[in-house]
């Protein structure tokens, strides 16, 4: 399975997409997935990673490929 993508013409592992999203470090990362959801400010693709920013949080994020768009669900 691939571990990483691209996201915004740049090839990016689980733990720094999770970075990109929360704008700083993070402990734990799963797996990229895709979203299935389309961008809100381009259509393209939205992709996935579920991480921990700190030992009592888990989040998922979202990331569009392709914008700087990006959105996080805090649990
Ligand atoms: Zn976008």
Known sequence: MPAN???Q???VTAKK???I???GSVMET???ED?????PDCGENVIKVTYMPSVTELVT???CQ???WRDADRN
């Open 5 to 7: 993508r691209v996201v």
């Open 30 to 32: 799963e797996a990229i």
């Open 35 to 39: 979203a299935d959801r389309d961008c």
């Open 61 to 63: 994020g979202y990331k």
């Open 17 to 19: 997409l999770a970075e």
């Open 9 to 11: 013409g740049r090839m």
């Open 66 to 68: 392709e914008c700087d």
């Open 21 to 23: 999203i929360e704008d």
